[in-house]
Every structure is written in C-alpha cells, then in structure tokens.
C-alpha cells in the first residue's frame, strides 16, 4: 500500500536559520504530493504541492521538489521565522478504485522556531 | 465565507453518550472526507462520500456513521462514545475527478470523550 516517512521532529532552529523536512513516499503508480501545516490550534492548510516528477511546489518561501528517482519530497526553505513554527504533513494522493481518491499523511513533523 | 465549516469546534462529552458533528462546503466539490487525527497528531481518513454516495469506508468502528444529505454537507454520528474515540476529526472536500486535486480541510472539531 501506500505510505510516507517523515523525519521525526521537533526540530527547533533559530530565525533566519534553513530548514529541511526530510519526506520520502511508496506509491504503486503516479501520485501527486503535498505538503500541508497545522498551526497551534489550527486545522491542516495547504502549503505547496506538485504533481509530477520534477515539479516544483512553492508557496511562502517553501519549497520542495518531487524526486521520483529518490521517491521524495523534501521541504526546504532559506530563512525560517517564528510564525513559521508548525507541524508540517507530507502527503501523497493516488487514484484508488474508481473515484475513490484519499490522502495518506505522514506522521507530522514538529518545528519549532526560536528567536 | 469559509471554504468548509465544521461544528461544533470543541465538544466535551460523557462515556456511552451519542453526538454528531456537522460539515459543510461552499466550494462546489462533490467529494467530502472525514479525519481523525489522534493525539499523536497521526491522520488517518475514515471515509469519503461523492455526490452523497460512500466510496471509501476505511477500517471504522460501525459507531460512526457519516450521513450525506447533499453533496455540499457530511455530518458524523458516533453512538455510545468510548474514551479512545478522543480525537480531532477533520472534514474535508476535493473536485471529484483528478489526484492533483487539492483536499481543502476544516478547522477540525476537538473531540474529549470524558
């Protein structure tokens, strides 16, 4: 079946330092991949997503390009702030059985941003 | 003007009782989903409705029962809550058609079976 790893967190940096979430997926065919946040509180939101090998999603200084010949996914941004302090889901979406199309998260990844 | 709205937001309720959660989408999708995030923060779907009809039915306890009236709403009935139903529960909806498609959530409904 289908699943995602992510890196166990917290991962707590200091602002302005870079930040990797490591995310790598097993998918039977062609999946399309996400990222989405949670902050404190909060319900998931979309972060960035791409659809196809080598696209690149990106969305509030986020980054992360999708590596089919890694099976990865990995999060990247250059200069992380306090308001970036989440956890971040990585997630893939493949076509099931006839219409039938769900999400399958990874276990979230805590960050945590000091100043 | 939220996308999907979920009620109530924060619920507190006694072993053994019944209770629902209501969901609607004013984005037009014709697929809803329920989640449950456990205290882990873990994700996992439960189900899945398209154009009121079930397709997807993961491993949930028949305690649940989702209901779709109309495309645009998902409620969740659970009967004789235990302790372990503890859980945020996430409603969500996509277009029907496409795995590129984003899933749009709600703000959850926190769940505290006591």
């Known amino acids: 079946g289908n699943s995602v790893t992510q890196m166990e967190g917290p991962v707590t940096l200091s602002e302005e330092a870079f930040l990797t979430i490591n995310c790598t997926y097993t998918a039977t065919g062609y999946p399309s991949l996400f990222w989405y946040v949670q902050y404190p509180g909060e319900g998931l939101q979309l972060l960035l997503k791409?659809?196809?090998?080598?696209d690149k999603g990106s969305n509030k200084g986020f980054e992360a390009t999708y590596r089919k010949e890694t099976t990865s996914f990995h999060l990247e941004k250059g200069s992380v702030q306090v308001s970036d302090s989440a956890v971040y889901f990585c997630a893939l979406r493949e076509k099931g059985t006839g219409t039938a199309s769900k999400l399958t998260f990874g276990t979230g990844t805590r960050l945590q941003v000091t100043l | 003007d939220t996308a999907v709205s979920q009620t109530p937001k924060y619920l507190v309720t006694q072993m053994g009782n019944d209770k629902s959660i209501k969901c609607e989408q004013n984005?037009?999708?014709?697929?809803m989903y329920w989640y449950k995030q456990d205290s882990k923060k873990f994700l996992k779907i439960m189900f899945s409705y398209n154009n009121k009809e079930l397709i997807i039915n993961e491993t949930v306890p028949n305690r649940f029962s989702p209901k779709s009236p109309d495309k645009a709403h998902l409620n969740l009935h659970i009967n004789s809550l235990e302790l372990g139903d503890s859980a945020v529960y996430f409603c969500?909806?996509?277009?029907?058609?496409?795995?590129?498609?984003?899933?749009?959530f709600g703000e959850g409904s926190w769940l505290t079976v006591v």
């Open positions: 791409a659809t196809k090998a080598d």
């Open positions: 984005l037009g999708h014709d697929t």
């Open positions: 969500a909806s996509s277009p029907m058609l496409g795995v590129g498609n984003t899933i749009y």
